[in-house]
């Protein structure tokens, strides 16, 4: 795997194998990789000839108080990680490479509605931030496709509507969260997280599929469904076992709009605190 940091350098080897006819495959990342970020490498090795993985810990998506100057910095590792994966090239550009202005003077992509609520209300400016930087190494590596994992549910919609707006020729692959035997869905975030907590931390993916059951028997049953009341019961049980829920709604699972009793597609989004990690999950639920 070969590394590089500057723009020129990227820009060379990919223009190399667009010159012998090669697709390109683009996985970012922040980062402290584990086994879901491998996930993604794998899957974009089955779309293209060639897999580019990004480095780079964005300070424009982490707002006041965030943890960012905290935030694990594990290259060596990821570097090893990233080879035994067959990832053809690293990009690890520096803040000042990506903002040479600075963020006060840098220009942004905001993506309406699909980032308001969830994590876009309790992180202002969080997907502002996740857009502007996606969009920006997008037009440095020029992918053919793109994977992004589902664990982040309402970034992979907030990605994918920006790809359609702009007319961008880059299919987006979402990819299954990877787990935990618990059922606790991969973070680089979880390393906050104690051993007690670790214990508890479960409970939320747990009662996303106690509340998706609960769902599928009502549809079943062709009875009136309360998405509030079932959520609010969810969201007890997970703050009764030791976490504090930021949210937790049923979807419809493209426009991210709360539920009504016509759709049937949706997703159930939750965040939660455990400790000073702030987990987030999903669930989607298709009903027939």
């Not at 996303?208 to 079943?220: H, K, R, T, V, Y």
């Amino acid at each position: 795997m070969k590394t590089v940091s500057q723009i020129s350098e990227l820009r060379t080897q990919v223009k190399v194998w667009r010159q012998q006819g090669l697709t390109v495959a683009f996985v970012p990342t922040m980062g402290n990789l584990h086994a879901g970020h491998i996930s993604l490498v794998d899957e974009a090795h089955k779309h293209a000839d060639k897999v580019v993985a990004s480095i780079f810990i964005n300070p424009m998506q982490f707002g006041i108080n965030e943890d960012i100057d905290n935030y694990p910095r594990t290259m060596v590792d990821d570097q090893q990680k990233l080879t035994a994966a067959g990832t053809d090239l690293l990009f690890t550009p520096t803040p000042d490479i990506i903002y040479p202005k600075g963020l006060a003077k840098q220009s942004f992509i905001e993506v309406p509605n699909i980032s308001d609520g969830y994590c876009g209300e309790s992180r202002p400016d969080h997907f502002r931030g996740v857009a502007t930087v996606v969009c920006k190494l997008f037009n440095l590596v020029q992918p053919d496709i793109a994977c992004f994992g589902l664990k982040d549910y309402q970034q992979v919609q907030v990605i994918q509507t920006m790809v359609e707006d702009l007319s961008m020729p880059i299919t987006i692959i979402p990819v299954a969260t990877t787990r935990e035997e618990s059922g606790l869905a991969l973070s680089s975030r979880n390393g906050y997280l104690t051993a007690e907590e670790k214990a508890i931390a479960p409970v939320l993916q747990k009662n996303l599929q106690w509340l998706a059951e609960q769902i599928s028997i009502g549809f079943s049953q062709s009875e009136s469904i309360d998405f509030i009341g079932l959520s609010k019961q969810a969201a007890k049980v997970i703050n009764d076992a030791g976490l504090h829920t930021d949210y937790l709604h049923v979807c419809h699972a493209h426009t991210l709009q709360p539920a009504s009793e016509d759709d049937t597609q949706l997703v159930i989004l939750a965040a939660a605190h455990c400790g000073k990690a702030r987990l987030i999950d999903n669930l989607q639920l298709k009903l027939t």
